[in-house]
């Protein structure tokens, strides 16, 4: 769809001044400016205001208590792995996580599971996992490599179903994991990886 | 901010790190329209907006350490409720967008002036739902929102080239829209 002479383009980027159009091409510089002035100047819409002063005087979530609280309190869980090398890393992460203490007990909310993420980035500085769960925010949530051998990974509570996800290295390489069980093509001409997370089996002890 | 217009966006960005929470309420005053307003025209319904606008702002506000250059709070907060859209939009059976049912009030001084606005409001927001949400953004960012191709990169994350490809097909896709429609 290519009817639109450059110039039109030119002028409405600021580049040349709108004098320089002949009337035909300066209308639908005129019609698109018509546009955009209209919706950008009739809404009227109520404030969020209070109801986003009333959120945020509420305490946050106690997400690091509740982090804690998991780990020392094994439950079941549903654990992804994803490169296929680190395999044995996740079986062995399995096996801690499935021998609970005999006085464990399940504390997730229903509804709820545990995603692993595992990847292994070599001379990384930095690695995030970025998905619909944490709003694409890089800051939100951080793997972590404490061997410094390179594999690097976090423990997400989620929301059970399906989750899009990438991975950011050093803050600026967004990575789509490539053995992902899942694929899919976001709005934005990126292919995300998805993560699949069971509900966990809560018990009630 | 101008001189005159309170204080600057880092400024009240350390306010409300040192622990004066009701100081978000300068910032909610200062983007919120625009943020609704982008929001509205990325979803097609006011009350999505709202809810996205209202997440991202609670969202912005737990995350606001994170926040590396507050002088660019803006575009900050354009990404966090884009990706709000993002989510939205993405929950939906398709990328298309639903307009809201009812129209604007007509003031009764002025009817048939805000009736033929309303028509024409009407005509270019059916226009711009049938551009795919990549599109929708790009002409929203620019030609609503009145951003630089820079502060769009930093709001979406995208490359300027990218955006500027966008905001071109936008462009085409909405005048063509308009004469379908009109």
């Not at chain 2, 955006?163 to 909405?174: D, F, I, S, W």
């Amino acid at each position: 769809m290519k009817f639109l002479d450059p110039r039109v383009h030119r002028v409405l980027d600021g580049e040349e001044p709108r004098e320089s159009l002949d009337l035909a091409l300066r209308r639908q510089v005129e019609r698109l400016d018509q546009a955009a002035a209209l919706l950008a100047s009739s809404l009227e819409q109520a404030s969020v205001a209070d109801r986003v002063m009333t959120a945020i005087r509420r305490p946050a979530p106690a997400h690091t208590h509740r982090f804690i609280h998991w780990l020392v309190t094994p439950r079941a869980i549903v654990l992804r792995v994803r490169p296929a090398w680190s395999l044995a890393l996740a079986a062995g992460l399995l096996a801690a996580l499935l021998l609970p203490l005999p006085e464990s007990r399940v504390a997730l909310r229903e509804g709820e599971g545990i995603a692993q993420f595992v990847a292994r980035f070599p001379g990384a500085h930095s690695v995030a996992v970025v998905g619909s769960f944490n709003d694409w925010q890089p800051e939100s949530t951080r793997l972590e490599d404490p061997d410094h051998d390179g594999v690097w990974g976090a423990s997400v509570v989620l929301p059970a179903g399906a989750h899009e996800y990438m991975f950011v290295v050093d803050g600026e390489r967004w990575i789509a994991d490539p053995l992902a069980e899942r694929f899919v093509q976001d709005d934005y001409g990126r292919e995300n990886s998805v993560v699949l997370v069971q509900p966990a089996r809560v018990s009630h002890l | 901010m101008k001189k005159g217009e309170g204080p600057s966006d880092a400024e009240v960005v350390a306010t409300i790190l040192a622990g004066e929470t009701e100081a978000f309420g300068i910032i909610i005053r200062r983007y919120e329209p625009g943020l609704l307003r982008y929001a509205t025209r990325m979803l097609g319904s006011r009350d999505a907006a709202a809810d996205a606008v209202a997440e991202g702002l609670v969202r912005a506000y737990r995350h606001l350490a994170s926040c590396r250059d507050p002088t660019r709070l803006r575009t900050w907060l354009y990404r966090i409720v884009a990706n709000r859209c993002k989510s939205e939009l993405a929950r939906r059976p398709t990328a298309s967008i639903s307009l809201d049912d009812a129209p604007p009030v007509p003031d009764p001084e002025s009817v048939e002036t805000t009736l033929e606005r309303a028509e024409q409001l009407a005509l270019v927001e059916r226009a711009l739902a049938q551009l795919s949400p990549d599109k929708r953004e790009a002409f929203v960012l620019k030609h609503v929102e009145g951003m630089s191709y820079e502060e769009m990169a930093a709001a979406t994350g995208e490359r300027i080239p990218t955006l500027k490809m966008r905001v071109h097909r936008a462009r085409e896709a909405l005048l063509r829209a308009l004469e379908e429609v009109e």
